[in-house]
């Protein structure tokens, strides 16, 4: 049996055990995608990743979660990108590019004043779809009633990288009510059934924020529920601009929370600015060293 550390980050937190934890495998060029994916099943983070060489960028990241692998996860690269940085692996650089699945895109890295490591990542343009099916099973489906919904915007599929279905919710108290039946997500999305679901509302605990979210992961990924969502905040942005502020020629700084309903708040900060007629999208965070896992494979 061959042991394998697996290091424990949390991403959109400074406080270990806080945000969304994300596991980090130094070693991943060694491991097949078979182990790779035994891994991120006995580790049952929703997401770990694994850097290896790149041809096209500075090196590449492939993510798993514990039921198959994704194109992109924006927690689990902050986390990876993270861990490169504090073990010196990065050399003292703080402009790189990542491949992943989703394309190629670039990092930079900001230290601030009182030392906190702030990483910048561009995500996929964003991606809409309608959603046709039926609200009422929609909303049952996440302990709702459709009167919850905000009937003034669209139910959407988004996707900077990762596919998800936008909710517009109400208001704020709404959140603590949602009960997800995740086995149900595949028939009521029939358009997508592979998609997470998330709802998000303007209401916030944190004055400071503009948005407040939960997210619903999709049943073949092994997992209920994703404390503080990179990708779905990236394209939530993307939605803020295009359908709330009617695409602005301003580019747009927004402060999106998640997690506090399972105690794990965080922030990601996302950058939209205007592109032809799409947007660029960047989110933004801070991870933090949590632990090592290690764990046996037994293949």
């Not at 670039?106 to 099916?133: H, R, S, V, W, Y």
């Not at 592979?194 to 303007?202: D, I, Q, R």
């Not at 965080?266 to 764990?295: L, M, P, W």
């Amino acid at each position: 049996m061959k042991s394998i550390t697996v290091y424990h980050y949390d991403a959109f937190s400074k406080e270990p055990n806080k945000g969304n934890p994300a596991g980090v495998v130094l070693n991943g060029a060694e491991l097949s995608e078979a182990e790779m994916q035994e891994i991120a099943f006995k580790v049952g983070f929703n997401e770990t990743a694994f850097p290896i060489k790149s041809d096209v960028a500075d090196f590449r990241i492939r993510f798993f979660t514990p039921g198959h692998e994704m194109n992109l996860c924006g927690h689990a690269t902050m986390a990876t990108v993270y861990a490169l940085k504090s073990k010196g692996i990065l050399e003292g650089k703080i402009e790189l590019t990542i491949e992943t699945n989703a394309g190629i895109l670039p990092i930079k890295i900001n230290e601030t004043i009182d030392g906190e490591t702030l990483i910048t990542m561009e995500q996929a343009p964003p991606q809409f779809k309608e959603f046709k099916g039926s609200k009422e099973d929609l909303a049952k489906s996440i302990g709702l009633n459709e009167s919850d919904f905000n009937a003034d915007l669209p139910i959407l599929y988004g996707s900077t990288g990762t596919w998800t279905l936008l909710i517009p919710i109400k208001q704020l108290d709404a959140f603590k009510k949602m009960e997800p039946n995740n086995k149900q997500f595949p028939e009521v999305l029939n358009e997508m059934p592979k998609s997470s679901v998330h709802p998000f509302c303007f209401e916030t605990y944190d004055s400071k924020a503009d948005m407040h979210a939960r997210h619903f992961s999709s049943p073949y990924s092994g997992t209920i529920e994703d404390a503080v969502t990179g990708t779905a905040s990236g394209v939530m942005g993307a939605f803020y601009a295009k359908y709330i502020k009617n695409n602005p020629i301003e580019p747009l700084k927004l402060i999106v929370e998640q997690g506090h309903e399972i105690e794990k708040n965080g922030r990601v900060v996302v950058h939209v600015s205007k592109n032809n007629e799409s947007f660029d999208v960047q989110i933004t965070g801070s991870a933090v060293y949590v632990k090592d896992i290690q764990v046996l494979l037994e293949s």
